[in-house]
């Protein structure tokens, strides 16, 4: 039976399921395989082979009757059954195709536990690495005799206790940053409008100050909870490690190997699906290593 490999892009949301059976000298070739595919309407293309007869009648009902918003392909590690765009525009007013850029999301948080799983092959970071190991710069924080105690494994895990930054402001940031950041009292916005805010107001050194300064949530590999914060911190140690940015990182350990070349971190601006006035989307500064990779379903 044939893997499926799938790649669904919204504005909102990236789904893969990839097969690993190729190496990457003899996978498909995805571009040659989409141009076999025959055009059924607008960006809606599919494999005519009878073997793929029922899955392509179901992908065509999703696309052509149904609110499917964004950028599709469903394949094979041989051929590509199913190709799309529907429902959803880019910033140009077309409507959206396969080589449209959306922002990935938590996806990213994938490529960061790559980059950090490549270092720890060539033994320059240990699972058991604590933070105490690269952020002693922070020891005068309130909660680093604990927070410092979290391993790179924990992080990866989302075991580590600590805040997330992004869904919990008020818990990962005091009160004091928050009224120097954004000048004013917010005790009466809510979260969703206070981090809104905050994200164009704090540095890495406030992120990182914070974390270790914020009452943990649990103490280290005792409960699974998910933060963002994890992996902004493990974007930041592959940059001590290696002396590099975490986007050139990418770039050379996992981009251009792959040959993804409409792929990008740390980059504002070049996220070519339309996204509302008044959609609230991060900046990839504020999300690094969690949540500001771009992207395409070719990619």
């Given at each position: 039976m044939k893997k499926i490999i799938a790649a669904f892009m919204t504005a909102v949301m990236v789904l893969g399921i990839t097969s690993c059976k190729k190496d990457l000298k003899?996978?498909?070739?995805?571009?040659?395989?989409?141009?076999?595919?025959?055009?059924?309407?607008?960006?809606?293309?599919?494999?005519?082979?009878?073997?793929?007869?029922?899955?392509?009648?179901?992908?065509?009902?999703?696309?052509?009757?149904?609110?499917?918003?964004?950028?599709?392909?469903?394949?094979?590690?041989?051929?590509?059954?199913?190709?799309?765009?529907?429902?959803?525009?880019?910033?140009?007013?077309?409507?959206?195709?396969?080589?449209?850029?959306?922002?990935?999301?938590?996806?990213?948080?994938?490529?960061t536990a790559v980059a950090i799983m490549k270092l720890v092959e060539q033994g320059k970071i240990s699972m058991d690495d604590t933070l105490e190991k690269y952020f002693p710069e922070y020891s005068d924080c309130a909660y680093y005799d604990r927070t410092s105690k979290v391993t790179v494994s924990n992080m990866l895990h989302m075991r580590s206790g600590i805040p997330d930054y992004v869904n919990q402001p008020t818990l990962f940031f005091d009160a004091e940053t928050i009224m120097d950041a954004l000048g004013y009292d917010?005790?009466?916005?809510?979260?969703?409008?206070?981090?809104?805010?905050?994200?164009?107001?704090?540095?890495?050194?406030?992120?990182?100050?914070?974390?270790?300064?914020?009452?943990?949530?649990?103490?280290?590999?005792?409960?699974?909870?998910?933060?963002?914060?994890?992996?902004?911190?493990?974007?930041?140690?592959l940059e001590r490690v290696t002396g590099k940015t975490y986007e050139d990182i990418l770039n050379e350990e996992i981009f251009r190997p792959c040959g993804m070349t409409d792929t990008t971190a740390m980059c504002f601006g070049d996220v070519t699906a339309s996204i509302k006035d008044d959609a609230w989307h991060t900046e990839p500064c504020q999300t690094k290593g969690c949540g500001d990779i771009h992207s395409t379903v070719v990619d």
């Amino acid at each position: 039976m044939k893997k499926i490999i799938a790649a669904f892009m919204t504005a909102v949301m990236v789904l893969g399921i990839t097969s690993c059976k190729k190496d990457l000298k003899t996978r498909t070739n995805i571009e040659n395989e989409i141009s076999k595919l025959q055009n059924v309407e607008g960006n809606i293309w599919i494999n005519t082979d009878e073997e793929y007869g029922n899955m392509v009648n179901v992908l065509l009902y999703q696309a052509q009757e149904t609110d499917l918003r964004g950028s599709l392909i469903v394949a094979t590690d041989d051929d590509v059954i199913f190709a799309s765009g529907t429902g959803l525009l880019d910033n140009d007013g077309n409507v959206v195709s396969l080589s449209t850029t959306y922002e990935i999301g938590s996806i990213t948080k994938s490529f960061t536990a790559v980059a950090i799983m490549k270092l720890v092959e060539q033994g320059k970071i240990s699972m058991d690495d604590t933070l105490e190991k690269y952020f002693p710069e922070y020891s005068d924080c309130a909660y680093y005799d604990r927070t410092s105690k979290v391993t790179v494994s924990n992080m990866l895990h989302m075991r580590s206790g600590i805040p997330d930054y992004v869904n919990q402001p008020t818990l990962f940031f005091d009160a004091e940053t928050i009224m120097d950041a954004l000048g004013y009292d917010a005790s009466f916005m809510s979260e969703e409008s206070i981090i809104h805010q905050l994200y164009n107001s704090v540095d890495e050194d406030d992120i990182m100050r914070s974390a270790f300064s914020c009452r943990p949530n649990n103490e280290p590999d005792t409960e699974f909870e998910y933060s963002n914060t994890n992996y902004y911190i493990l974007a930041v140690i592959l940059e001590r490690v290696t002396g590099k940015t975490y986007e050139d990182i990418l770039n050379e350990e996992i981009f251009r190997p792959c040959g993804m070349t409409d792929t990008t971190a740390m980059c504002f601006g070049d996220v070519t699906a339309s996204i509302k006035d008044d959609a609230w989307h991060t900046e990839p500064c504020q999300t690094k290593g969690c949540g500001d990779i771009h992207s395409t379903v070719v990619d």
